[in-house]
């Protein structure tokens, strides 16, 4: 029962930061109806400027700086890339962030070469025991940060006016621009803010127990993908319920491998895509998807 406990904590914490990813796949997606595949790349960015900084100045320092980096990067392609191709097909948008992706995680991928970043967290490999139970300093601390992260989010997306402008865009596009919503913006914030949870989750997917930052990590933006899709594209309750769907059945599946050798190695990777696709076979919009009425 420890053992499920423990494996169970961990996934709710890992869940939980997926559940960041998520949520910038969701924002980009309400403000401009396009799925971000460069998500990967922002994610990297931001943990390679923290990595290559907390020598020189500092983990927290560099921590900010690496968020508002990410934010930086995530700005600059929606202003110099995809407002270029406002107004083009939604699949054309999507495809054209797959080669934004391409280019900034290849240019990132050589700076790196094959070395493992470490971030310079202060949790190190510091451990908390609850009787039988071990779990991670890094996993508590990625749990707060996530849960302040997603509540402060949800404040601001509530009672803001940029919430309240994404909200409009969301709904409808045209009829915001015709009440003043000024899309650009929105569209700008949407990406700036996709881009700093990229790197905060960037940096608990490279603690302890992870060796650090290296090129597979933009990867788990792939893991993400699934909760943001099984929860709802369009649902920002989605991506939190999807992100910790996701984080728990990752653990389980890998905490149980040596149980369920018969079904392969590497569940634990699986699992996630396997849950996806059951829930969408029910339901085809996500749990908490906005299904999509046609007029005959």
Known sequence: MSTFAEILLNGVSLGSVYALIALG????????????????????????????????????????????????????????????YRGSDHSVLAIVTIGVDILLTTELTRRMGTDVLPLGDPWGDAVLKLGPISLAHTRIAAFVAAALLITAFLLVFRYTSWGVAMRA????????????????????????????????????????????????????????????????????????????????????????????????????????????????????AGLFGTKELARV
């Open 25 to 84: 796949f969701v924002v980009i997606f309400r403000a401009t109806e396009v799925v971000n595949f460069a998500h990967a790349s922002l994610l990297l960015a931001g943990g390679y400027v923290t990595a290559t900084l907390h020598d020189d100045i500092g983990f927290w320092p560099a921590l900010l700086v690496g968020i508002a980096g990410a934010a930086v990067v995530g700005a600059a392609v929606e202003f110099l890339v995809m407002r270029r």
């Open 169 to 284: 865009a969301a709904e409808s596009a045209e009829t915001a621009a015709l009440m003043g919503v000024r899309l650009g913006r929105v569209s700008l914030g949407a990406w700036a803010v996709a881009g700093g949870l990229a790197a905060v989750a960037a940096l608990f997917l490279t603690v302890f127990p992870t060796p650090g930052l290296e090129r597979a990590t933009s990867l788990a933006a792939l893991k993400a993908f699934p909760a943001a899709i099984l929860g709802g594209l369009d649902s920002t309750t989605g991506a939190l319920v999807g992100g910790l769907l996701v984080g728990v059945t990752e653990s389980l599946a890998t905490g149980y491998q040596s149980d369920l050798t018969f079904l392969g190695r590497g569940l634990g990777d699986l699992a996630p895509y396997l849950v996806m696709v059951a829930i969408l076979l029910i339901r085809p």
